[in-house]
């Protein structure tokens, strides 16, 4: 890739993280709004979303909106699960987490188009994930369980992902956090906690497609090999079992003999001998000569054979 | 050598595509008189062209191999040459300063307007430009640049403003703080690759007017990294442009079908590895590449543009390809028809439907349909201007499934509609050879994935099977029962699904 287009003032801190993903524009409005949702007048500030105001009164809809995440500004809305569109006259169907609080907007979320657009791709999120919640560390603490169960998921369209051959070892390596990547719904919060509010530069997105996972600047292949200092941000804000303390990753299961959550899994990667320091070694070695450049992540070539 | 083509009054010109020019050079050590190369007329089944012209006469050789064009070359030197003996003849005024036509297939098919210095004018030679009337509209007034750009509509999936009036775009970036830019996104696509070409001057033009009229201090063309000779020629032509207050830069991305998409565009302009969709709105007319207003338009867009500022009726380029001997991008008025296209090629076999709209183009049994975005939205039709042509061997069930599968592979991974859906509707399609057709649950999924999808490829990558169920769900049936009508799927119903 070539580029004789660059910019000169961007501090080297922040040009070295590399998190894989797209310098998103500022959302929210430009000026303060009144609008209605389902018929309810709401008035919000400035930078505000439709989903503010659709959190400002009682919908008669479930609005599940499973990667927002409101609680830091840092933090989203990386609008990604699709699980918050709401009808507007004006502009159709918006997901309602990034979409400006436009003045004057008639917003609705019990339009068919849209519980049918939510109701589907909260399928499709379960459709990707390990939903064996008995042996999960989250069970009961878990945003996606929460939001399966406000909108009355009996039987996921698409099914769960249950497939031993498809799911990805777990990666136990690091003696603080623990990584069950089966259980990752992809909202990125991880990522922008690690780079956007501790400014860690450790955790990344990688791959594309089926492959898109989060992984780690360095190019290491496990946590114990990153560059991660154990801050544990990322597990704070992670919605599902996907990032959790390892103290407590059994701490939600239920007690079923013989069947906990790894050999549910299969296979898992385990931390080495010396691995007993919350800072990992590679932040120990050597934190100041990370150059920061993640390697071209080689995109999934279309399979050349035959269809079907 | 004269300082611009026209002013010559005997000289060959060469339009081959190929990079080893061998034919230009067999030429030039055979004859004493000018040779030039031009760029591609838009038809390989012509090439490796040569054109003499001579006394307000043009004369067409089409295909020549090096020996025949170094034969030519030789007997014109020594004055044998019987230019009756050419494919074609035309004649013209001598500073003709457009190709001049003849009644040679498929030359003469659709409209010249955009295209008709391609095969003419040295691609990246100013004067050549100049003489034949360009860079009138960076001359003219704002106004006039502006109730063009109000008056084209953005083509190809490149363009932030596809199918919609580019003008809107422009007073955004107008209104909107910063210092604005200018993107020329030329990623992938046959028809801008050949502008860039042969005709690069003129969608360069197009960006420094938009430049001009939205006060941007940056251009970037951008286009991908495997397109070598468009970017040699576009870099050629870029230290040639008139002396404006605009910077032009070139920039490449990388040869995947995504990194076409506009906000993906930026991303790689400004350096990123992986390539993924940035949210909108705001769109980038208003926050674009490092958060300046940000136009992003085809050469195919800013070439309409340059035309509509003269006065010109509006055009679209199409490339046909697909079961076809040779490839062929022709000009269609905005008021003809697609089936003109067809007209461009000679199809292999025989003509089942076409596949309208490049990657994620709609399936449909008949071309006869206006190329203008109301007419192929109506049915359902992509405005990308690719149009594949699907003979009778072509198992539609087959060729939707392709596709659904290289959106499953190909997708940048950012929303859960694209990325998961596109898993599910590949799983749907390949359990109809296991007997299972569920038309109601591919159509809710494909609802679903066309309204919430984050950017065009995963609404559009909805239309190839929408399309196909529409036109040919007798052929998904036949499936179902086990049956493929043209033999292709030969493969016994399986039970395990490819992950
Ligand atoms: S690990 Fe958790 S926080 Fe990170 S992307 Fe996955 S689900 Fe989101
Ligand atoms: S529609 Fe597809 S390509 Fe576009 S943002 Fe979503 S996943 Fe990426
Ligand atoms: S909450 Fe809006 S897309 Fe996930």
């Known amino acids: 890739m070539s580029s004789e287009f660059a910019r000169d003032d961007v501090p080297p801190l922040t040009e070295a993280i590399q998190p894989g993903t797209a310098t998103d524009p500022t959302v929210g409005s430009t000026d303060a709004a009144t609008l209605t949702v389902d018929g309810h007048e709401v008035t919000l500030e400035a930078g505000a979303t439709l989903l503010d105001a659709v959190t400002a009164v009682d919908t008669n809809e479930d609005v599940p909106a499973l990667c927002s995440y409101d609680r830091e500004d840092n933090i989203g809305p990386r609008s990604e699960c699709r699980t918050c569109m709401v009808k507007t006259d004006e502009h159709g169907l918006v997901p309602s987490c990034s979409f400006p609080a436009e003045d004057g907007l008639n917003v609705r979320t019990d339009a068919v188009a849209a519980t049918e657009a939510r109701d589907v791709n909260l399928d499709l999120v379960l459709s990707n994930h390990n939903l064996r919640c008995t042996t999960c560390g989250k069970n009961g603490r878990c945003e996606l369980q929460d939001a399966a169960i406000a909108n009355d998921v009996a039987e996921p369209r698409y099914g769960v992902l249950d497939n031993r051959g498809a799911y990805e070892p777990i990666d136990d390596s690091s003696s603080f956090i623990q990584i069950d990547r089966n259980k990752c719904i992809l909202c990125n919060r991880c990522v922008e906690a690690c780079n956007d509010v501790q400014v860690e530069g450790v955790l990344r997105l990688e791959g594309n497609g089926q492959d898109t996972r989060i992984g780690f600047q360095n190019d290491a292949e496990t946590m114990a090999d990153s560059t991660c200092v154990s801050c544990g941000h990322c597990v704070t804000v992670c919605p599902t079992g996907s990032l959790v303390e390892t103290g407590i990753v059994d701490a939600a299961t239920l007690p079923v003999p013989g069947f906990t959550q790894k050999n549910s899994i299969g296979r898992s990667i385990e931390p080495s001998d010396e691995n007993t320091e919350l800072m990992t070694p590679m932040k120990q070695d050597d934190w100041s000569e990370k150059d920061g450049q993640t390697s071209t992540e080689a995109a999934t070539e279309s399979e050349s054979e035959d269809w079907p | ?499």
């Open chain 2, 1 to 499: 050598m004269a300082e611009h083509i026209l002013s010559e009054s005997v000289v060959l010109r060469i339009a081959e595509s190929t990079p080893e020019q061998e034919v230009l050079k067999a030429v030039a050590s055979a004859t004493s008189i000018p040779v030039v190369k031009v760029g591609t007329t838009g038809y390989p089944v012509l090439e490796p062209l040569v054109l003499l012209t001579k006394n307000g006469q043009t004369a067409f050789y089409t295909s020549c191999s090096p020996e025949e064009a170094a034969e030519i070359a030789t007997t014109l030197d020594n004055g044998n040459l019987r230019i009756e003996d050419a494919d074609a003849i035309v004649e013209h005024p001598p500073e003709r300063p457009y190709l001049p036509v003849p009644d040679l297939w498929p030359l003469q098919t659709g409209a010249r307007t955009v295209l008709r210095r391609c095969g003419w004018l040295r691609p990246t030679h100013p004067e050549d430009y100049r003489i034949s009337g360009g860079f009138e509209t960076v001359d003219s007034d704002t106004d006039t640049v502006m109730s063009a750009a109000h008056s084209v509509t953005g083509r190809g999936w490149g363009d932030a403003m596809t199918n919609t009036p580019v003008g809107t775009s422009w007073n955004r970036s107008i209104d909107a703080d910063g210092d604005p830019a200018v993107v020329v996104n030329a990623h992938g696509s046959p028809g801008d690759r050949l502008l860039l070409e042969s005709v690069p001057f003129l969608p360069l033009e197009g960006a420094l007017a938009a430049a001009q009229a939205v006060d941007a201090s940056d251009i970037i063309v951008y286009l991908s990294e495997a397109d070598e000779q468009a970017l040699e020629c576009v870099t050629a032509t870029v230290e040639n442009l008139p002396t404006t207050d605009t910077m032009v830069h070139v920039v490449t991305g990388p040869d995947e079908y995504r990194a076409a998409e506009p906000t993906m565009a930026l991303e790689a302009i400004e350096g990123s590895q992986r390539l993924e969709a940035r949210l909108r709105p705001p769109t980038p007319d208003i926050e674009g590449v490092y958060s300046r207003p940000t136009l992003i338009h085809t050469p195919r867009t800013l070439a309409q543009i340059v035309h509509a500022a003269s006065g010109a009726s509006p055009t679209r380029i199409v490339t046909v390809r697909g079961d076809v001997q040779h490839e062929a991008t022709i000009e269609i008025p905005e008021d003809g028809s697609l089936a003109t296209a067809r007209t461009a090629v000679t199809v292999d076999g025989v003509f089942k439907g076409a596949c309208v709209g490049g990657q994620f183009g709609g399936l449909t049994p008949d071309l006869d349909i206006a190329p203008t975005p109301n007419a192929l939205d109506a049915a359902d039709l992509g405005t990308e201007g690719i149009i594949s042509i699907l003979n009778e061997d072509r198992c539609l069930v087959a060729h939707v499934g392709e596709q659904s599968r290289f959106a499953r592979d190909e997708n940048c991974g950012r929303c859960v509609p694209c990325r998961e859906g596109t898993v599910q509707l590949t799983k749907l399609l390949r359990e109809v050879y296991d007997g299972s057709f569920r038309p109601d649950d591919i159509e809710e999924l494909l609802r679903v994935m066309q309204s919430s999808s984050m950017c065009a490829f995963g609404r559009d990558a909805t239309r190839p099977v929408a399309t196909g169920l529409d036109h040919f769900e007798d052929e998904f049936v036949a499936h179902a029962d086990g049956r493929c009508p043209t033999g292709t799927c030969t493969t016994e119903p399986q039970h395990e699904v490819p992950q």
